[in-house]
């Protein structure tokens, strides 16, 4: 329940104070999760790490991509909710100017354009960061495509919008910022989503534990919020007393 929040500072807002007092190994990509003997061996590409049980994060769009291998496969019902659930495309372009433009009472804008769905969402930061800032969304099949743009061409792409929005005098912005999620290895896509062929139940067989060693979380793993930060907040919260559930099995 709740407000829909923006969190100024990023992310790290929550992730930092989330790992406070852990042990955290930064730069080790996972490659391999072996549970077929009495406990996990995760081997990196320049470790191997045991441990009693894992609970696997990765984004839907890394599972499908093939990139961590699991010994032994996964279960056919699991493998089939990974090749089916689809992963979605929203890229931003972060725009900086040197002053504000357009109006600042509203967060957000929209724009029909002539070929429906480009640079048709706009968020200003304006208010929440007192900085001049325009944030545009592109998702489904141009966010894809300007993932193949260079970030002159995408910045290009965006004044041309907004300057039929709020004319042609409108200033070059002074920074920029643009992700390009279809490409980045530690995700492989934005989001997880319901697609042609699949069914709501396949997150249930995605977030389900493999033995009593190998457990699943992450935001596609969530049937009620899905594609959400709190959907993956929530989902780790649910692995971590499955494993609970566990351990206290364990004679």
């Avoid at 545009?136 to 141009?142: K, L, M, S």
């Avoid at 920029?176 to 997150?203: C, H, I, N």
Wanted: contains cysteine.
């Amino acid at each position: 329940s709740g407000r829909d929040l923006l969190l100024t500072n990023g992310y790290a807002a929550i992730t930092d104070s989330l790992a406070s007092g852990l042990d955290i190994r930064f730069g080790q990509t996972v490659k391999q999760i072996n549970s077929q003997n009495s406990g996990v061996l995760i081997q990196t590409q320049s470790q191997t790490f045991w441990a009693d049980v894992v609970v696997v994060t990765l984004p839907l769009g890394v599972l499908q991509s093939g990139a961590v291998k699991f010994l032994p496969p996964l279960p056919a019902k699991k493998a089939n909710a990974i090749a089916k659930l689809g992963v979605g495309s929203l890229n931003k372009c972060v725009l900086r100017f040197d002053s504000v433009f357009w109006s600042d009472q509203y967060d957000w804008i929209g724009y029909l354009s002539a070929i429906g769905g480009q640079w048709s969402e706009w968020m200003s930061l304006s208010k929440p960061t007192g900085r001049p800032i325009l944030v545009g969304f592109n998702a489904g099949d141009f966010g894809r495509q300007i993932e193949g743009y260079t970030d002159s061409e995408v910045v290009a792409s965006a004044m041309t919008t907004l300057r039929k929005i709020f004319g042609s005098t409108i200033p070059l912005p002074l920074s920029f910022q643009v992700s390009r999620w279809g490409e980045d290895p530690f995700s492989y896509g934005a989001f997880s989503y319901v697609k042609l062929g699949a069914t709501s139940s396949m997150r249930s067989t995605l977030a389900a534990p493999v033995g009593k060693k190998v457990f699943f979380a992450g935001e596609a793993t969530h049937r009620r919020y899905p594609g959400t930060v709190h959907g993956a907040y929530l989902s780790g919260l649910q692995a971590a007393k499955d494993v609970m559930a566990v351990r206290r099995q364990r004679p």
